[in-house]
């Protein structure tokens, strides 16, 4: 029996995301060419096959069922409306994704970003491409359908709510369902309240989208912002003379100061930084006037 290999390079999900990022990067640099996003009008309208591919990796990671049984029946849902895609167009139009992609990056570099949910799309490109086998390895495509089902029916991760600031809440959600989609579109979330990011806070997504794996880079350069951003803070508290904005601010800065990073920075952490850096700027500009 044949196994069936994975392979990053040919995985529509993982391309998809590796493009995406790119995007951001293309934003956060001034990259005014474009070619990430090009890419991704060309190859993933509507109409392409390679677009009906994605919409299925999208449906087998983001579903939820509560049962291993529905999840199971979906997983094979999913699969037979793989079969009904037009197999020869599919392949063709991966293979001159593959070529556009090693005409515009340095394919290495663009293949060496950690992928947060690595194992679940190897494991649906393992279920589609099993179809074109005649004698698989029916174990190993067998522990990739286990670890669908095991993502599907997992609860996803619960969101604390903001009682003072929906705004917080609304990047958190954000955060959380969008992560990997681009830069721009957490700046222009962010922006339904804020005008600008300055430089700190692009800096600090920029860190962040970088690092979705939360590695240990991105933990030291949280740790050593916080007391940067509690130094300026108490810098500005010392010229605030109203007082219950004195109290506020007094509160934020203990709240900070006292913030633990635990093995992987949380993404309330990041939006907690994020909040500050808005608040050092409307604060200074108070100062201002």
Do not use: C
């Not at 957490?186 to 989208?209: D, G, H, M, P, W």
Request: aromatic share 8%; hydrophobic share 30%; proline share 1%.
């Amino acid at each position: 029996m044949k196994r069936v290999k994975h392979s990053k390079f040919k995985n529509t999900g993982i391309l998809f995301e590796l493009l995406v990022r790119q995007i951001t990067l293309e934003v956060l640099n001034g990259d005014t060419t474009e070619k990430a996003k090009k890419i991704v009008a060309e190859f993933f309208s509507p109409k392409t096959e390679l677009n009906k591919e994605l919409r299925l990796y999208e449906l087998l990671t983001k579903e939820k069922y509560n049962s291993e049984s529905r999840a199971d029946k979906f997983i094979d849902t999913v699969n037979e409306a793989h079969s009904r895609i037009n197999q020869k167009q599919l392949q063709s139009e991966k293979y001159n994704l593959i070529k556009k992609i090693n005409e515009s990056f340095n394919m290495d570099e663009f293949l060496s970003s950690p992928i947060t949910n690595y194992k679940v799309l190897a494991s649906i490109y393992k279920i589609f491409e099993s179809k074109r086998y005649e004698n698989y390895d029916v174990k190993d495509v067998f522990n990739s359908k286990i670890t669908l089902i095991e993502n599907i029916t997992s609860k996803p991760a619960t969101i604390t709510e903001s009682k003072k600031d929906k705004v917080i809440e609304a990047y958190k959600q954000q955060d959380k369902d969008l992560r990997l989609l681009t830069y721009k579109t957490l700046v222009e979330t962010f922006n339904k309240k804020y005008s600008n990011l300055n430089e700190a806070q692009k800096r600090l997504l920029k860190e962040y989208i970088n690092n979705l794996t939360n590695t240990t880079g991105f933990k030291s350069y949280i740790e050593n912002e916080i007391p940067s951003i509690v130094k300026e803070l108490k810098s500005i508290e010392s010229q605030i003379g109203d007082k219950v904005t004195k109290i506020k601010l007094s509160e934020t800065i203990s709240q900070l100061a006292s913030t633990k990073i635990g093995r992987k920075v949380s993404d309330n952490q990041v939006s907690s930084l994020m909040m500050s850096y808005e608040l050092i700027k409307e604060l200074k500009s108070k100062v201002n006037e």
